[in-house]
């Protein structure tokens, strides 16, 4: 397969689904996916991020008024709602930690919400377990910016190398849909925060 890197439009066609992607599941999340199912670059994606040019390194940070969001649902075929909800509004990214805050168990199916991110939410929506920061295995801490240090990186410490879930992920065409119960967790805790953005 042939990328354009300018435009990140495949010369031959990319691996996309929507029905790989759980509700409310992050930008971060979303980007991993395209990245693993077609080896992306961190850097090819980093840089059609960006509403203007910037240094892939760098990167923009996971915000609405940073990202752009309609190239991303034209490019993912994806609902402009869906891309909407995965990053967060710009008034809630003062409340949002500057660091990458996940849960263990959500990664190991490949998910990541926006949730996650919001600072006063403490313990994930589905598994009830503390929200983490750090590698468990070097201590580094990841900023939550769309990079190409963190989209190189997928599901696992830049730093160090190792995975922050316990198990690498599944394979987004293998995963099995989040039950009932969580989707109403997430969907609910979503709302709660977002209610009007």
């Known amino acids: ?3 354009d890197e300018r435009a990140l439009t495949p010369s031959f066609g990319y691996v996309f689904d929507p029905k ?3 509700p409310f599941e992050s930008i971060v999340s979303i980007l991993w996916k395209l990245a693993r199912m077609n080896r992306l670059s961190g850097q090819a994606i ?3 991020l960006a509403k203007s040019d910037i240094d892939p390194y760098e990167g923009v940070a996971a915000c609405r008024s940073e990202v752009d969001l309609c190239r991303l649902h034209l490019t993912l075929g994806l609902p402009l709602k869906l891309v909407w909800d995965s990053v967060l509004p710009d008034a809630l990214q003062a409340t949002a930690g500057n660091h990458f805050r996940y849960c263990r168990k959500c990664l190991c199916r490949g998910y990541h919400s926006v949730v996650h991110q919001v600072g006063t939410n403490k313990c994930c ?4 377990d503390p929200l983490e920061i750090a590698c468990r295995t070097c201590g580094a801490k990841v900023p939550y910016r769309l990079n190409v240090a963190l989209l190189d990186a997928p599901y696992r410490c830049g730093n160090c190398g190792h995975l922050y879930g316990a198990s690498p992920p599944v394979l987004p065409r293998n995963k099995r849909p989040f039950n009932k119960k969580a989707r109403i967790a997430i ?4 709302w709660s925060y ?3 953005f």
């Not at 969907?187 to 979503?190: E, F, I, P, Y």
């Open 1 to 3: 397969m042939l990328f």
């Open 125 to 128: 929506p589905v598994h009830g």
């Open 46 to 48: 980093t840089t059609q």
């Open 20 to 22: 790989w992607l759980d």
């Open 194 to 196: 977002f209610a009007y």
């Open 187 to 190: 969907t609910r805790l979503r």
